[in-house]
C-alpha cells in the first residue's frame, strides 16, 4: 500500500518463539492461546493465505488486521478486511495498523508488523516540486491543520 510507513517488522520476535518452543522451553499450550475474539475476526474479517501454520502444520495461517487511532473513535481496536483498509487510508490522517497471524486449528498466534496508513503519508508526495524538502512540508501542514481546529 502506498501510503504505509513507519512499518515494524516482527518476524525475529516469531523466530525466537519458534525457537524456544523447538528447544522445549514453552510450550504449545504458551503460544497457541487466540482468544475466542481473535478467532472470530479471523473468520469474518480475516485474509487468507497459502502460508502453513508453523506449530500443527496441518491448517494455513489468516492474517487478521486490527486498527487504532484517535480519529477511528469506537472503531479503534476492531479488525478490519484488507479491502477495507485503502479506503480508510484514504479518508483518515493517520491509523496504526497490527497484523496478527491466527490458525483456527490450533490456536497459534502471533504478531506479525504494524505500520502506519492515512492521508498524512501523501503530504508532500508526487506534487511535481520534486526539491522541496518534504519534513519541512510535513511540519508546516501539520501546524496549520493544529491552527484550524
Ligand atoms: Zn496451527
Known sequence: MRTQRQVVDYSLQKRAVLRELLAGR???YDVCDASPYLKNAA???GEPTDRRCPI???ENLTLVHYIYGDE???SAGQARTLTELPVLAMTLREFQVF???V???CDWNHLVEQYLLGRDGLVGDGDGTGTQDAAGAE???RRRR???R
Request: aromatic share 4%.
Open 26 to 28: 514453552v510450550g504449545t
Open 43 to 45: 473468520r469474518f474479517h
Open 56 to 58: 500443527c502444520r496441518s
Open 72 to 74: 477511528l473513535k469506537q
Open 99 to 101: 497484523v496478527v497471524e
Open 103 to 105: 490458525c483456527l486449528g
Open 139 to 141: 511540519g508546516v501542514g
Open 146 to 148: 493544529e491552527a484550524q
